[in-house]
C-alpha cells in the first residue's frame, strides 16, 4: 500500500539504488529502518549527512534508467525534482 509522502523527494529512487554511506554502499531498501551517516553532496563538495526514517513510500510505479560515463547507473520514478529528465 502507498504512503502518503510529506515531501516532495520521497518518492524518488528504487530500493536497489545504492547509497553511499560511511561503511560503503548499500541498497537504499536495506535502509528502511535504520539511521545513520551517508555521504551527500553540498556545494559542489562531498559531505558526510544524518539519515534516518527511511521508509518504502511507493510500489510498481514507471521508472526510467540512466547509465552514466562513469558505469554508475541511476534508476528513479518519473517524480524525481532534482533532476531535468524529459519523460
Not at 520521497?10 to 530500493?15: F, K, N, Y
Not at 539504488?17 to 551517516?37: A, D, H, R, S, W
Not at 544524518?50 to 534508476?75: P, S, V
Request: charged letters at 20%.
Amino acid at each position: 500500500e502507498d504512503v502518503p509522502a510529506p515531501g516532495p523527494s520521497e518518492h524518488c529512487l528504487t530500493g536497489d539504488t545504492l547509497v553511499e554511506t560511511i561503511n560503503g554502499p548499500i541498497q537504499i531498501k536495506n535502509l528502511v529502518g535504520k539511521q545513520g551517516f551517508l555521504y551527500s553532496v553540498k556545494n559542489k563538495k562531498p559531505v558526510k549527512a544524518f539519515f534516518y526514517n527511511a521508509k518504502i513510500i511507493q510500489r510498481n510505479k514507471r521508472i526510467w534508467h540512466l547509465d552514466l560515463e562513469n558505469g554508475m547507473c541511476l534508476t528513479a520514478t518519473f517524480a524525481v525534482p532534482q533532476l531535468d529528465v524529459p519523460c
